[in-house]
């Protein structure tokens, strides 16, 4: 079946922009997952999604960072006035429920360069 | 804190010469450890996850096994399409949502 699909899967835009990054789950999937890789850097945790609801969102590096999920499906990460510090990839991973037994599932990753 | 360190960074194997990566982790109650394998400009592709000491997993050329304190990936008699980063990562009990706490990876080169 589907993987994740997230868009687009490149992004370059000009500091002090706004960037929304979509991320589609697999379908069926409750939980939703969102990492930063940085180059030569570990995955880093941003926020979670259990359905629509958000219950954690301390793992957001700033207050420029934003995200929403509607009808259990569709997520989008938004990063206003961006900076070169935000340049990274964006993983969206999802899992069947929010439990220790459910794997992550990866999708591709959003590349955003912020020049 | 929470902390998870692969070695090595970075290994070069010829194919066929067996070889191990380490993941050693200090977390305050394990839920779950985690091997997943990234090929560049890929998300990382799961592979298997151990919940206590003793367990091991097998999946073609790689065995995975967990102690108290690390987990091994072993890959055997490997091939050059082995060649990816590996990264291990734990599910603590902390961790908001079943979230996983990353290592860097092993980058492994298998050569012909």
């Known amino acids: 079946g589907a993987g994740v699909s997230q868009s687009p899967s490149n992004k370059v835009t000009e500091k002090g922009k706004d960037v929304e990054l979509r991320c589609d789950p697999i379908?069926?999937?409750?939980?939703l997952y969102w990492y930063r890789q940085r180059l030569g850097q570990g995955l880093e945790f941003l926020i979670y999604?259990?359905?629509?609801?958000?219950?954690?969102k301390s793992g957001l590096p700033s207050d420029r960072f934003s995200a929403e999920r509607t009808g259990e499906s569709v997520s989008t990460l938004t990063i206003q006035r961006t900076q070169q510090e935000d340049s990274a990839v964006y993983l969206c991973?999802?899992?069947?429920?929010?439990?220790?037994?459910?794997?992550?599932?990866f999708g591709n990753g959003t590349r955003l360069t912020v020049t | 804190e929470d902390q998870v360190t692969q070695s090595p960074e970075a290994l070069r194997l010829q194919e066929g010469e067996s070889s191990s990566l380490n993941c050693s982790y200090t977390?305050?109650?394990?839920?779950?450890l985690f091997w997943y394998r990234q090929d560049p400009g890929k998300g990382p592709e799961f592979l298997f996850t151990?919940?206590?000491a003793g367990e091991e997993k097998e999946k073609e050329r790689l065995k995975a096994t967990l102690t108290k304190k690390e987990s091994f990936l072993h890959i055997t008699a490997p091939k050059p399409e082995d060649s990816a980063t590996y990264l291990c990562?734990?599910?603590?009990?902390?961790?908001?949502?079943?979230?996983?706490?990353f290592g860097k990876g092993t980058s492994l080169l298998v050569t012909p």
């Open positions: 991973a999802s899992s069947l429920e929010v439990s220790y037994n459910s794997p992550l599932h």
């Open positions: 990562a734990v599910q603590a009990v902390s961790n908001s949502g079943y979230a996983l706490n």
């Open positions: 379908s069926g999937h409750t939980a």
């Open positions: 999604f259990q359905g629509n609801s958000a219950p954690d």
């Open positions: 977390v305050s109650g394990l839920r779950g």
């Open positions: 151990l919940y206590s």
